[in-house]
């Protein structure tokens, strides 16, 4: 950083000292960075804003490179995670240039897009960045890097995991002025790893050596001791010491619904089991997450699954998206908002339905394989390096393919891949690259910027009915398909079309093939309309003409209406005065009775499961008829609530 400090003003253009009374570029420099170091980012962030806003700033030196990288860690470091990351990922390059005497500023940037990646829970690329970061020659502290190696694979199995977290702890238990609650949060990491390996005695007694570490159990109450004492009663749990499980619960203030986010959000959902997403239903994750005062999640990481990586990141994934009413979240006090943890299984709904992008994007990979000459290239490791392995080029439609097929097969931000997706259309506008790889890229935008509209600095999605009308999309029946079915399930508004417009124009378009997926999802998305307009004749039409079978009836969303609750209050849990709330799901047999039941969102983790089972499977819904014999409904969601009585 030296260097870097002392070429500011040369680099900057400035020819003079300012007045006495305003501070010089290289000064406002040395405050943000001072702040930086102390970790006092919120200061020091508009100062690194104000140097690039700066009239005479240059975008193209190593200060500028810097000012990214500096800034972009601090954005990381106060939850702005994709602005962050775009900046560093702007000025890393320009540091790299300048050879090892940067090696420490160099390190310092990687391991901030690890943290950046493992707040994704990309948990693989977390791990690249820490081992780049490792390579350079005397660029980080030991035990930090290999305690951060040892969270990115958690999940990984084996004993590589287990030896980082051992190492980091080795390495931290010699260093002066070391703390026991430091060393907890090591002893932590270790033991979360055992957990995940199945090796849940060893997990437990070392989640006591934390414990003890940590001061023992008393009535203070930090955010620290509410993750440590969660780690301790699901380690309890697993070890068989349910009595001692309870109580390390408790004393975690979990199982308090008056002072804890509560059923009733916006949006819950969690992922669909099958091949697309590579969960089963026996499948599950304990999920530690945040909720800031916009009621979406702000931070969402598994703590325990038995499931490989893809698993963790899965479910965290699938809670990083859940959303809470503001204003319902006011009566909650914001330390009860910063860390929740709830039990999740994926949902059997659904499950053979494709994703809308499927065809546009199998088309998408198909041309750009071909033009790349990657035919045959295996997928994951063995295709990142062969894209790796192909230079910049001049020929518009393989410098698409190359750095679209490398954009896409990196989980990066979706603010860093909106701009490059931008980068992108700018090449593809050359006649050589053809229509329908545009419109794939067009397509793409849009649904990240409609899905993702209230992210800070992603641009407007634009408005729906101009991209249909745009000749290259009307001339696309694969594009014009997909942007309609995306607009009418999402209920996006077209001007001059309706929803049920929309969806008939995609179940009858002839230049689709029959049967196709895209047909067959209007045609469901228009019985389930039917149905609830209770027009059964139509709905079964539509659903028929699909040519799937019966047994997905629950897909024309017919709920039968309970008829009778069962189920009593866990004798455990009103011992220890928890309340909490679990979402089932289940299938209702055409006399009412209901099969399959099983948990899918539980709070607190492993408390209620077994009594909202059997609320459900005592429960009775309305009988129903189905031509065929087939069941009323599966797949179906209802919430058993446990609330004790207060006088």
């Not at 047994?551 to 909490?580: D, I, K, N, S």
Request: hydrophobic share 45%; proline share 6%.
């Amino acid at each position: 950083m030296i260097v870097a400090l002392a070429l500011l003003a040369a680099a900057a253009g400035e020819a003079a000292p300012p007045p006495a009374a305003a501070p010089s570029m290289q000064q406002r420099f040395d405050e943000a960075s001072r702040l930086a170091a102390a970790n006092d980012c919120l200061n020091a962030i508009p100062i690194f804003e104000g140097l690039e806003a700066d009239p005479i700033y240059r975008a193209d030196t190593l200060p500028a490179a810097m000012i990214a990288v500096l800034k972009g860690q601090c954005q990381i470091k106060v939850g702005r995670t994709d602005e962050g990351d775009l900046a560093i990922r702007q000025g890393l390059p320009r540091l790299r240039e300048s050879g090892d005497r940067f090696n420490i500023d160099i390190a310092s940037a990687l391991i901030s897009l690890g943290d950046a990646a493992l707040a994704r829970v990309d948990y693989a690329g977390a791990r690249r960045r820490y081992e780049e970061a490792r390579a350079l020659p005397g660029a980080t502290a030991p035990a930090t890097i290999n305690l951060k190696l040892a969270q990115a694979t958690t999940f990984d199995g084996g004993p590589e995991p287990l030896a980082y977290a051992a190492e980091a702890i080795r390495q931290a238990q010699v260093l002066p002025g070391i703390t026991n609650d430091q060393l907890a949060q090591m002893h932590t990491v270790h033991a979360r790893i055992l957990l995940n390996q199945g090796q849940n005695q060893a997990a437990y007694d070392e989640m006591r050596e934390v414990l003890r570490l940590s001061g023992g159990l008393d009535l203070r109450v930090t955010l620290a001791d509410v993750a440590m004492r969660g780690d301790l009663a699901l380690a309890a749990k697993l070890a068989g010491d349910d009595a001692n499980a309870r109580k390390y619960l408790a004393y975690t203030g979990a199982g308090r619904i008056a002072e804890s986010p509560f059923e009733r959000a916006l949006a819950m959902d969690v992922p669909t089991c099958g091949v697309e997403s590579g969960l089963r239903p026996e499948d599950f994750a304990v999920v530690d997450f945040a909720i800031g005062e916009d009621g979406r999640v702000i931070r969402a990481q598994t703590v325990y699954t038995r499931g490989p990586a893809t698993v963790a990141s899965s479910f965290a994934k699938a809670v990083q998206s859940w959303v809470w009413d503001p204003e319902a979240l006011k009566t909650i006090k914001p330390f009860y908002r910063f860390s929740t943890r709830v039990e999740v299984r994926c949902t059997t709904a659904g499950q053979e339905v494709p994703h809308l992008m499927s065809s546009i994007g199998s088309r998408f990979r198909d041309w750009a394989t071909r033009t790349l000459d990657l035919a045959g290239a295996m997928g994951g490791a063995d295709l990142a390096a062969r894209l790796g392995a192909l230079a910049p080029s001049a020929d518009p439609a393989r410098e698409v393919a190359r750095r679209s097929m490398i954009m896409f097969g990196d989980a990066m931000p979706m603010l860093a891949e909106d701009r490059q997706i931008t980068d992108v259309l700018a090449i593809a506008s050359d006649r050589a690259v053809p229509a329908e790889t545009r419109n794939y890229l067009k397509m793409r935008q849009f649904f990240l910027r409609t899905i993702a509209k209230n992210s800070r600095g992603l641009g407007p999605a634009g408005d729906p009915a101009a991209l249909l009308a745009q000749p290259e999309i009307a001339a696309d029946p694969l594009a014009l398909d997909t942007l309609r079915l995306f607009a009418a399930s999402r209920g996006i508004r077209v001007a001059g079309t309706s929803q049920e417009a929309l969806l008939r124009a995609v179940a009858t378009d002839p230049a689709l093939p029959d049967p196709h997926p895209l047909r067959q999802a209007a045609l469901l998305k228009l019985a389930d309309e039917a149905a609830k307009r209770r027009d059964f004749a139509t709905a079964e039409a539509n659903f028929r003409a699909t040519g799937l079978t019966e047994e997905q009836c629950a897909l024309l969303g017919l709920a039968p209406v309970m008829q009778r609750h069962g189920g009593e209050f866990p004798e455990e849990a009103y011992r220890w005065g928890f309340e909490g709330w679990v979402s089932v799901e289940f299938d209702i047999a055409r006399d009412g009775r209901t099969a399959q039941v099983r948990p899918i969102i539980a709070y607190p983790p492993f408390v209620f499961n077994d009594g909202a089972v059997n609320a459900m499977q005592r429960s009775r819904f309305e009988s129903s008829y189905r031509p065929g014999g087939g069941q009323a409904c599966s797949a179906e969601q209802r919430t058993v609530v446990f609330r004790l009585q207060r006088l």
